[in-house]
C-alpha cells in the first residue's frame, strides 16, 4: 500500500472522528460548554439535562507531569504496577512474536511457502477472534481473570512451541501460534488495555493511561529489535523461550496484585490527598 493511502486513511478516520465522535461531557463542562455538555448526555446517554442559570466553570485540576508521584501514592500504587506492568508485558510479548509470526511459520514449515501463508492468515483468524470475544469474556469472568489466563495461555504456547518449533506435528504447528494470538487478543492484550483506563481517577486517567501506553509503545519497539537478536545468537526456538518470560512475569503480577475493578467499590478514588 502506497504511503499516500495511509495519508487518505488517516484524513478519512480523523473526518468521521470529528462528525460523528461526542466529546467527554466532563470535559466540555470543565471548559464552561455547559450546552455542549448537555446535549451530549442527551443524545449519548438519554438523560434530560438542563443547565443551570448560575453555572460556574469548576476550577481546573488537570493532571501535569509533576503529578507522576500520585499516580504510585495510596491506593494508585498497586494498581499502577499491574496495569503498567501487563500493557508493558503484552505489547512485548506480541512485537518479539506475533509480529514475526510469518518468519516463525517459515521454520515451522520449511521451505513450503503455501502453507506457511496460509498457517501466518489461520493464526491471525484466531486473534480476531480473541479481540472480538475479549469483551464478553471481561463481562463474565473479570478483567483481572482475564489477564491472568491470557498470559498463562501465552506462556503455555510460547513454551511448547519453542521446546518443539521443528519437530511439531501439523496439527500442533497450526494450533500453538494459534493459541498464543487468541490468549493474547482475548486476554492480556484486553485486559491491560481496560486496566490502564480503569485504574486512575478522573483527574489522573490522561496521565495514567499517557504513562502506560508510552511503557507499551516501548516495549513494542524492543521487541521489534530484540527478537531478531535473539533469533540470531540462540536460534527460532530458543528466542520464543526466552520471550515466554514475558507472559510469565505478566501472570504473576496479575496474581500477586489482587485488584479487580468490578469489585473495588473505590475504583475511582484518587491517590491519598489527591484531588477528584
Known amino acids: 500500500m502506497a504511503p499516500t493511502s495511509f495519508v487518505v486513511i488517516a484524513l478519512l478516520l480523523a473526518v468521521l472522528q470529528i462528525r460523528y465522535l461526542p466529546e ?14 448537555a446535549a451530549v448526555l442527551s443524545d449519548v446517554w438519554r438523560v434530560r439535562v438542563e443547565v443551570a442559570p448560575d453555572a460556574t466553570v469548576p ?28 500493557h508493558t508485558a503484552q505489547g512485548l510479548q506480541y512485537y518479539a512474536i506475533g509480529w514475526y509470526l510469518p518468519v516463525i511459520a517459515l521454520v515451522i514449515f520449511g521451505e513450503d511457502f503455501a502453507a506457511a501463508t496460509l498457517g501466518a492468515v489461520v493464526f491471525n483468524l484466531f486473534g480476531v477472534v480473541g479481540g472480538m470475544a475479549s469483551g464478553w469474556l471481561a463481562t463474565r469472568f473479570r478483567i483481572r481473570r482475564c489477564l491472568q489466563v491470557g498470559f498463562v495461555g501465552v506462556c503455555a504456547s510460547l513454551l511448547l512451541l519453542g521446546g518443539f518449533l521443528t519437530r511439531l506435528p501439523l496439527w500442533a504447528a497450526f494450533a500453538l501460534p494459534a493459541a498464543f494470538l487468541l490468549f493474547h487478543a482475548g486476554g492480556a492484550a484486553s485486559g491491560g488495555s481496560s486496566l490502564a ?45 526466552v520471550t515466554a518470560l514475558v507472559p510469565a512475569a505478566g501472570a ?8 479487580d475493578p468490578e469489585r473495588d467499590a473505590t475504583s475511582a478514588v484518587p491517590a491519598a490527598g489527591g484531588r477528584r
Do not use: K, N
Not at 24 to 36: F, H, K, T
Not at 213 to 240: H, R
Open 197 to 241: 483506563t480503569y485504574a486512575y481517577p478522573s483527574r489522573l486517567r490522561t496521565l495514567g493511561t499517557g504513562v502506560t501506553m508510552a511503557l507499551a509503545s516501548g516495549a513494542a519497539a524492543v521487541g521489534l529489535f530484540c527478537y531478531p537478536l535473539l533469533q540470531e545468537t540462540v536460534g527460532a526456538g530458543g528466542a520464543i523461550l
Open 59 to 86: 476550577e481546573r485540576t488537570d493532571a501535569r507531569i509533576g503529578d507522576l508521584p500520585d499516580l504510585f501514592a495510596g491506593r494508585l500504587r498497586s494498581r499502577s504496577i499491574l496495569a503498567m506492568i501487563a
Open 252 to 259: 504473576l503480577v496479575a496474581t500477586v496484585i489482587r485488584w
Open 24 to 37: 467527554s461531557p466532563r470535559w466540555l463542562a470543565s471548559r464552561g460548554r455547559w450546552a455542549d455538555a
